[in-house]
């Protein structure tokens, strides 16, 4: 499955879920399950001999593609969510959204210090989520290896507040 089949596989969804906002649709990706397994495996391939122990997908689409990424580095998952969802002590770290804030949590034992742990999520927009993820991460004392994401739109220039930890897109949109 070759990056243009899976970009393809990518809907615009103008005005959703609000207006202006052009939406990116991964659903025919999941859909597909050559498309699916490509593109797990161009996400992890970058990352496949760094000895990952855990990999950390951010909810809700990060889940999907975070879990088979943990499953074939032979690595743990580890759920990054919003408040109220996980029931033991958790870490939080707040982030700028174009309105107002947002929380994303862990569990305080989600990693160890010291281990190796790789980040993913469907989409690298602004990148305060993926910022703010790597804030909590580090916080537990966790080496943060990568960030490997299916779509990075870079006219949004996420990539800048990404402080030293290297990210991996498999499509890029430049188009805004
Ligand atoms: P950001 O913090 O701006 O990088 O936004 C990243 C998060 O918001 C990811 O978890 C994405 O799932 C979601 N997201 C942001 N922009 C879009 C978009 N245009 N289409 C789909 N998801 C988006």
Known sequence: MTEAAIRALIRDVPDFPTAGII???IT???ADHAAFDGAVEAMLAPFRDLAISKVAG???RGFMFAAPVAARLGAGFVPVRKPGKLPRQVVEQEYDLEYGTDVLQIHADAAAPGERVL???DVLATGGTAAATIELLRHVGA???GLTVLLEL???HG???IDGVPVHSVVRDGSG
Do not use: H, M, N, S
Request: without cysteine; aromatic residues 10%; proline residues 5%.
């Open 23 to 25: 939406y990116k649709d």
């Open 28 to 30: 025919p990706v999941l």
């Open 58 to 60: 951010i909810e809700a």
């Open 119 to 121: 980040i993913v999520d």
């Open 143 to 145: 080496d943060v290896v």
């Open 154 to 156: 870079e006219f949004l």
């Open 159 to 161: 990539r800048q507040r």
